[in-house]
């Protein structure tokens, strides 16, 4: 296991070998956006997954990422990297599962963690929830602060500005060869957020609360009709919902955000598959595509 506090690195992995060399896809392990909702089990907080040929990301695994990668067919020994955004138990209460499935307790010491540095360090309000063992069972842990980039194999991966009750909060971006991803993670709108969005193809939103009734430092649909108006991606996808969203009718509010913006907006459901290739839009990134 190896720790990197550099802006930029590139990464090359061994890869095992995966099937979904075909087609890019985005999987909802689970849509949860509270505590309540979890402990209710309404929805579940797997986290998302995402494929690019080889390589496949899991983002936020928070309670139930095991069994709902089971349940939808994702096999996390395939996972590339793991991204957690901050240290929240709905974002990051899975991780070390995650990491023991995907190395088969350690029998295969591969993949890469990324995260903010509540979920990876010690701070002066928290502990690390990546314990010393599953570090070493992993090839790195990257700490990423705002602004910071990875490079693995095709993809670049960059940590977004996010204002939240944790202070080292992120987001991600993801530069993939054919289509661009945006991750907001738990954050407030702000200008600084609402630059670094722009060129997405595909805006994933954590939207807890409907209309304007945000509380916290988080996004409501308001907010969040603000975003996509702004950035104005081929698709935008809400997710990440509260007791307040659900009762409100999440898939009624994102048919509300496209026809307020034009553009398609849709509320996930957990097990939710999407062939990203599908929404390509802006000049690719990554030379060679």
Same mark, same amino acid.
């Given at each position: 296991? @190896?720790?990197?506090?550099?802006?930029?690195?590139?990464?090359?992995?061994?890869?095992?070998?995966?099937?979904? /060399? +075909?087609?890019?896809?985005?999987?909802?392990?689970?849509?949860?956006?509270?505590?309540?909702? *979890?402990? /209710?089990?309404?929805?579940?907080? #797997?986290?998302?997954?995402?494929?690019?040929?080889? =390589?496949?990301?899991?983002?936020?695994?928070?309670?139930?990422?095991?069994?709902?990668?089971?349940?939808?067919?994702?096999?996390?020994?395939?996972? &590339?990297?793991?991204?957690?955004?901050?240290?929240?138990?709905?974002?990051?209460?899975?991780?070390?599962? *995650? $990491?023991?499935?995907? !190395?088969?307790?350690?029998? @295969?010491?591969?993949?890469?963690?990324? #995260?903010?540095?509540?979920?990876? %360090?010690?701070?002066?309000?928290?502990?690390?929830?990546?314990?010393?063992?599953?570090?070493?069972? *992993?090839?790195?842990?990257?700490?990423?602060?705002?602004?910071? /980039? *990875?490079?693995?194999?095709? $993809?670049?991966?960059?940590?977004?500005? +996010?204002?939240?009750?944790?202070?080292?909060?992120?987001?991600?971006?993801?530069?993939?060869?054919?289509?661009?991803?945006?991750?907001?993670?738990?954050?407030?709108?702000?200008?600084?957020?609402?630059?670094?969005?722009?060129?997405?193809?595909?805006?994933?939103?954590?939207?807890?609360?409907?209309?304007? /009734?945000?509380?916290?430092?988080? =996004?409501? !649909? @308001?907010?969040?009709?603000?975003?996509?108006?702004?950035?104005?991606?081929?698709?935008?996808?809400? &997710?990440?919902?509260?007791?307040?969203?659900?009762? +409100?009718?999440?898939? %009624?509010?994102?048919? @509300?955000?496209?026809?307020? &913006?034009? $553009?398609?907006?849709?509320?996930?459901?957990?097990?939710?598959?999407?062939?990203?290739?599908?929404?390509?839009?802006?000049?690719?990134?990554?030379?060679?595509?």
């Amino acid at each position: 296991m @190896e720790r990197t506090h550099y802006s930029t690195i590139i990464i090359f992995i061994n890869q095992p070998t995966s099937t979904n /060399k +075909a087609m890019a896809s985005i999987i909802f392990l689970g849509t949860a956006g509270s505590s309540a909702v *979890v402990s /209710k089990q309404l929805r579940s907080s #797997g986290g998302i997954i995402i494929q690019i040929e080889d =390589l496949q990301f899991h983002i936020d695994p928070g309670p139930g990422a095991l069994t709902k990668a089971k349940e939808y067919g994702i096999n996390l020994h395939h996972n &590339t990297a793991i991204l957690v955004s901050h240290n929240h138990l709905n974002h990051c209460n899975d991780l070390n599962a *995650v $990491v023991d499935a995907m !190395t088969h307790s350690g029998i @295969e010491q591969h993949g890469i963690i990324l #995260g903010s540095k509540s979920v990876l %360090q010690h701070t002066d309000k928290s502990h690390p929830f990546l314990t010393r063992y599953h570090q070493g069972l *992993v090839e790195k842990v990257i700490p990423m602060e705002k602004k910071h /980039k *990875v490079g693995i194999e095709l $993809v670049e991966i960059n940590a977004l500005p +996010a204002e939240h009750s944790d202070p080292t909060a992120i987001g991600f971006k993801l530069f993939c060869p054919k289509f661009t991803l945006s991750y907001t993670g738990d954050t407030i709108i702000t200008p600084a957020l609402m630059e670094e969005l722009k060129g997405s193809d595909i805006l994933i939103l954590n939207v807890p609360y409907p209309g304007n /009734k945000a509380m916290g430092q988080n =996004l409501d !649909t @308001e907010s969040a009709t603000k975003i996509i108006a702004h950035v104005r991606p081929r698709l935008a996808v809400m &997710t990440h919902f509260g007791l307040d969203m659900l009762r +409100a009718d999440h898939f %009624q509010e994102a048919r @509300e955000m496209q026809r307020m &913006t034009g $553009v398609e907006t849709i509320a996930a459901r957990d097990g939710l598959m999407l062939a990203a290739e599908n929404y390509r839009q802006h000049i690719n990134p990554v030379k060679g595509y």
